[in-house]
């Protein structure tokens, strides 16, 4: 893949359909899921400090699982459409059910992992995430369990960390700058808090699709990159 970025705008704006479908299924209620259960947790959670509390360190905790668990539909769809697969919407659907289950095992793992980097002044937690985030592209991509994709996945995240970071970082910081200018407009106009969790929802559900198809484009880039280099190495040699 030469242009990952471009690719994705294409996939994103030309088949948004589809992509939208994808939304509809699986990312609408993931979303409901995680405001719920986020929610629920800070209403029964007692802080421990002025600022902090344990329901901090769950909705870190949940807000990372959800995130990545939410992505493997889109990322075996942009694996689909760029190998030319048939019918890629329904098989990506199809691999959400039938993979869905150890990519949450595996989320479930690294999102306690990266939660207790995070408690350990953040940038642990964000180095954690970013070396491990592959792992889960490569298991959707090939088909296979993600505890035998970890090898390779590995390989790309320790290989390519600090591009995994800046993104995540980027991204992560741009969706929340727009969301808090979204927020105060909202709140000058009704300062209910449906309409609040309605318009976070909605930019999220319209923001996160295109960061995981451009992460699905870039570690298909890098991934071909590793086996062009292998196979170079061996005429080499």
Not at 4 to 20: A, D, I, M
Not at 42 to 47: E, H, L, M, Q, V
Not at 67 to 79: E, G
Request: glycine content about 6%; some cysteine; hydrophobic content about 50%.
């Amino acid at each position: 893949m030469e242009h990952p970025l471009r690719n994705t705008w294409q996939l994103y704006t030309g088949k948004f359909e589809k992509v939208f479908v994808i939304m509809i299924i699986t990312t609408f209620p993931l979303l409901l899921l995680h405001s719920f259960v986020t929610n629920y947790v800070y209403a029964i959670t007692p802080s421990f400090t002025v600022r902090y509390s344990y329901a901090d360190i769950y909705y870190g905790f949940l807000t990372v699982l959800f995130f990545l668990y939410a992505q493997t539909p889109y990322i075996r769809y942009v694996y689909n459409e760029y190998r030319g697969k048939e019918h890629s919407l329904r098989d990506a659907l199809f691999q959400f059910i039938v993979n869905g289950f150890t990519v949450f095992v595996f989320a479930c793992l690294l999102s306690f992992i990266s939660t207790i980097g995070f408690m350990l002044f953040l940038i642990p937690g964000l180095v954690l995430l970013s070396i491990f985030f592959p792992i889960p592209y490569i298991s959707i991509f090939d088909g296979k369990s993600v505890w035998r994709s970890c090898k390779e996945g590995f390989r790309i995240g320790k290989k390519h960390f600090l591009k995994i970071l800046l993104l995540i970082l980027f991204t992560g910081l741009l969706e929340a700058g727009v969301g808090v200018v979204l927020s105060v407009q909202i709140f000058k106009i009704s300062s209910s808090f449906t309409a609040q969790i309605i318009t976070q929802m909605t930019l999220n559900i319209l923001f996160f699709p295109f960061v995981i198809m451009y992460l699905t484009s870039l570690i298909i880039k890098w991934r071909e990159s590793e086996d062009t280099l292998d196979v170079e190495t061996e005429n080499v040699f």
